[in-house]
């Protein structure tokens, strides 16, 4: 063999070599590359005084959501502030429209009201699924319709640009979110009044937490039907609701309700609390909201609540579970705590401002997260009066407390 052609092979084959080894490939085998690593130094929580609890509901249509009946916006909004709503987002199908939700929904002369903070939103309804997409400004929503069937890289660029909060839909069920869960900052775990549908939801809210994304879980009724005004406007959608369809009188807006914990009264500081997780779901607006936080060092104080992600030392955290708001007299509330995915911990609620602490420590390497899941009596909903029957047992859900978190993962 030539002289110059061995030297050429030699000096490739020890180029190739020094590939594998900036790779991690040596003698000891690959590098790890799950291994823990020491984290970026994270961000202290936000104040956990300096906000305001907000009700709302993420997942209502309207009349322009063409398989709707008996709901136009005025509806809606009208009765959302009947039952206290603070916000609401109403998420009109796009494709019906062909992604023109700005001169739809958001121009319905309907569309405002004095007490109830509406949010720019619409459901982005595709082949490979439905997602929400929620912005406190109008954004060009067509934008987002004309890449649905884009690979997932194309879909997520015109996302950021965009600047929307992109949530999936009813993940485990009918067009369930079929796209690269990377693009999320939030979930739909409680889809819908009939909380019994929502297992594997919770299920792939579980394995994305645990794979180390930061995702918030939020409810959404999915309401489209509203009741009647005359007996003529009647459909079998809006005057009954069986097992398979439930509608006007069992399923509309805050079947379930979504509480954001918010800096202020403002339409970007609803979609900043969705995104930091500052979020609990609640069966009715009337039903008590659960909270969950944790006094890092003890001294009686809480640290951290629902969405902060902190560095773990390994030593003893207290937790801390309560309910706020209206509770069934003499009822007993069961906390189901869920660690890491896992069953950690069952407790009790009970008496008119009902709290129950329980510690763990936290590993001081790798991720650990803690929710609750809150079961009992349900609460009343006059307003949606076959409601509570299909939400029992489930009384609420927490979003998690973080420990190790990767803030850039």
Do not use: C
Request: no cysteine; aromatic share 8%.
């Amino acid at each position: 063999m030539p002289y110059v052609l061995k030297k050429q092979r030699s000096i490739a084959f020890g180029l190739w070599l020094l590939g594998l080894a900036q790779l991690g490939f040596g003698q000891a085998g690959p590098a790890n590359p799950w291994v823990s690593s020491e984290l970026p130094l994270l961000a202290p929580p936000a104040s956990l005084t300096q906000g305001i609890w907000l009700k709302g509901d993420l997942h209502v249509h309207s009349r322009h959501s063409k398989e709707s009946s008996n709901n136009p916006v005025g509806k809606i909004l009208a009765f959302s502030q009947s039952v206290g709503m603070d916000y609401l987002a109403i998420t009109d199908h796009d494709n019906h429209v062909d992604g023109d939700v700005a001169h739809h929904t958001w121009a319905d002369p309907e569309f405002t009201s004095p007490s109830v903070l509406l949010l720019y939103a619409a459901e982005w309804t595709t082949t490979r699924g439905h997602g929400n997409a929620f912005a406190a400004q109008p954004y060009d929503h067509r934008r987002l319709y004309q890449v649905r069937d884009q690979r997932d890289v194309v879909v997520g660029a015109v996302k950021r640009q965009l600047g929307v909060n992109l949530s999936a839909n009813h993940p485990s069920g009918k067009d369930h979110f079929g796209y690269s869960y990377d693009m999320l900052e939030s979930l739909e775990v409680w889809n819908s009044v009939i909380w019994a549908k929502n297992a594997n939801a919770l299920m792939i809210w579980d394995d994305m937490l645990s794979s180390g994304r930061k995702l918030t879980g939020r409810g959404g009724s999915d309401a489209h039907h509203g009741r009647p005004d005359t007996p003529a406007q009647a459909t079998a959608n809006s005057v009954q609701a069986t097992a398979n369809s439930v509608q006007a009188t069992a399923n509309y807006v805050g079947t379930p309700t979504t509480w954001v914990f918010a800096t202020a009264r403002t339409t970007q500081a609803v979609v900043d609390a969705l995104t930091n997780g500052r979020v609990s779901i609640s069966a009715n607006p009337f039903a008590p909201r659960v909270e969950l936080s944790a006094d890092l060092n003890q001294d009686g104080r809480p640290d951290m609540m629902m969405g902060d992600n902190v560095a773990a030392t390994g030593r003893p955290v207290r937790f801390r579970v309560q309910l706020a708001g209206k509770m069934a007299p003499d009822a007993t509330y069961r906390v189901a705590v869920i660690k890491n995915g896992g069953a950690f911990d069952t407790l009790q609620l009970s008496g008119r401002h009902p709290v129950v602490e329980f510690t763990d420590a936290p590993a001081a390497t790798g991720r650990t997260y803690y929710r609750v899941q809150v079961e009992g009596p349900p609460t009343p909903y006059p307003q949606v009066p076959e409601s509570m029957a299909l939400s029992s047992p489930m009384v609420g859900l927490s979003n998690p407390l973080y420990f190790n978190f990767d803030p850039h993962f």
